[in-house]
C-alpha cells in the first residue's frame, strides 16, 4: 500500500462546498527523508495549499530533535543541507 492510498482510510472526507471524494495529498514535507504528509479534504484547501509551497517564505517549517546527552547554552548551525540553504537555532 501507498501512502496516497491509504489517505481515504486515514481521514474521513468532509461534506462542505468543495469537498473532494477522498483526502487528496497537497505536499509532503522534506520527501527524502520520509517527512510529514500534507492532505486536504476540499479543493479550495488543495489549491491554497499548492499555492503556499509555491510561494517562498509563505511557510516556515519549524523542527524539534530529541537529543541523547548533554548539551549546555546555545548556538546556531548555517550549513546548506540537500543544496539549499539551512540555518538551525538550538538552545538547551
Do not use: N
Not at 468543495?18 to 527524502?32: E, F, I, N, S, V
Not at 530533535?65 to 548555517?78: F, P, Q
Amino acid at each position: 500500500e501507498t501512502v496516497q492510498g491509504l489517505l481515504p482510510y486515514c481521514l474521513q472526507p468532509v461534506e462542505v462546498l468543495g469537498a473532494l471524494r477522498k483526502p487528496t495529498h497537497a505536499h509532503r514535507l522534506d520527501q527524502p527523508t520520509g517527512g510529514l504528509l500534507i492532505a486536504a479534504k476540499t479543493r479550495p484547501a488543495l489549491q491554497q495549499l499548492s499555492v503556499d509551497f509555491a510561494t517562498p517564505g509563505t511557510i516556515c517549517k519549524t523542527y524539534v530533535a530529541i537529543v541523547k546527552g548533554l548539551r549546555e547554552g546555545s548556538g546556531e548551525v548555517d550549513i546548506p543541507v540537500g543544496g539549499k540553504p539551512s540555518r538551525s537555532l538550538w538552545r538547551s
